[in-house]
């Protein structure tokens, strides 16, 4: 027996089928957390809790012993993620590095569209090194564990710094 496409997201809502060659009419089980049917070896990724488990297939047949196989099937939790620049807008005359807050999975790279001076590793951008305008900013975490990229954004504006005029005569 095998699970084609393991690791499972655990976003996956569909049953995934169990590949089994050889006699037919057993039973399948697991450890509590991995939701399996027992008659098919179905096995629903968004019902189980993430881990690795060990899936047996046993044929018991009147008068014979019984005989088990065994695979493994991993079930993986889905990245998430949030960001915000709590201080936007900004002047562009501010010459600090401004931090972005994130929550949820580490690890992603912020990019955003072009005159936005970013840093793709850490998300701190610089002002006085930008475009005036507004900007959206991505953060993605990438395709792992049989999940699928997940992508946050969060809106950053820069504005012109003020100007003074001096008249002399």
């Known amino acids: ?15 995934e089928s169990v ?11 697991s450890t509590l957390g991995l939701s399996i049917e027992a008659n098919t070896g179905e096995i629903t990724p968004s019902s189980s809790t993430a881990g690795t488990y060990t899936v047996t297939y046993t044929i018991a047949r009147a008068g014979c012993l019984a005989v088990s196989t065994t695979t493994s099937v991993t079930i993986t939790t889905a990245p998430s993620a949030n960001i915000s620049y709590a201080d936007s807008p900004f002047c562009n005359t501010l010459t600090s590095a401004q931090s972005v807050t994130q929550t949820g999975t580490i690890g992603g790279t912020y990019s955003s569209t072009t005159g936005l001076s970013i840093n793709a590793s850490s998300g701190v951008i610089t002002p006085s090194s930008s475009s005036v305008g507004a900007f959206t900013i991505s953060y993605t975490l990438a395709a792992s564990g049989g999940c699928a990229a997940v992508t946050s954004t969060a809106s950053v504006t820069i504005l012109a710094g003020p100007t003074i005029f001096s008249d002399t005569l």
Not at 1 to 15: L, R, V
């Open 1 to 15: 027996i095998s699970y084609a496409g393991s690791p499972f997201c655990n976003t996956i809502t569909s049953a």
């Open 19 to 29: 590949i089994q060659t050889g006699t037919t009419g057993g039973t399948y089980s």
